[in-house]
């Protein structure tokens, strides 16, 4: 969380010097909760691998066994367990009705104090009145933040005057790359559908 107010402590036209006791938390050997193990939340797995994070997940159904392996992941049946253990939850989920307000105080409530939540997934997944208390409260250390409800929050909006939550605006998939690519693969989609072949990339009901 020290990432902005140094930023701005390294432009600032007052800045005479640093300060030597500026200190963060290491993500190597720390334990990451991922809550929504598919292909996205699979994919951080395997990013946070390289880095010895200790990784748990939740989710609807439990990965198979070599896919666990692969990446040193441990299914937690019951999101609290995974609340309580982690150094880092992140939230990967689709929003549902199921997962609107997921995380809310009793679930704040279950983390450690010195975890930090990342939400890279909706706003709405998280109850943000909860989360502002809990981060005025220190009742968990940070939150990072890609996604907000609604977007952008309106400019007087707590969440903006915290000190120990990062915020941005929904840049998760912004890339020059990564853009190019979702609109190859909606092309390839809509020319599947017109030429009466299988679609790539169906959505299939729940």
């Not at 390289?50 to 299914?75: C, D, S, T």
């Not at 941005?168 to 390839?188: D, F, K, L, S």
């Not at 809509?190 to 009466?196: C, P, Q, R, S, T």
Request: charged share 20%; aromatic share 4%; hydrophobic share 45%.
């Amino acid at each position: 969380m020290y990432l902005h107010a140094g930023c701005q402590i390294a432009v600032s036209p007052d800045t005479k010097s640093f300060a030597v006791d500026w200190l963060g938390v290491e993500v190597s050997r720390a334990t990451l909760g991922i809550i929504g193990m598919g292909s996205i939340g699979y994919k951080v797995a395997q990013r946070a691998r390289a880095f010895n994070m200790r990784i748990l997940y939740h989710n609807r159904n439990q990965r198979r066994k070599e896919e666990e392996e692969a990446v040193g992941a441990h299914y937690c049946a019951k999101m609290k367990d995974l609340l309580q253990q982690s150094d880092f939850v992140m939230l990967v989920v689709n929003l549902t009705p199921e997962t609107h307000k997921l995380i809310g105080e009793k679930e704040l409530e279950l983390m450690k104090p010195t975890a930090t939540l990342i939400n890279i997934s909706r706003g709405a997944v998280i109850d943000q009145d909860a989360l502002v208390e809990a981060l005025q409260n220190k009742v968990i250390r940070a939150a990072a933040l890609d996604v907000t409800y609604p977007e952008p929050l309106p400019r007087d909006h707590p969440l903006l005057n915290l000190n120990n939550v990062i915020i941005t605006p929904h840049i998760g998939t912004a890339t020059v790359q990564a853009i190019r690519t979702m609109a190859e693969e909606a092309i390839a989609n809509i020319l599947a559908v017109l030429n009466g072949q299988p679609v790539p990339s169906e959505v299939f009901p729940k």
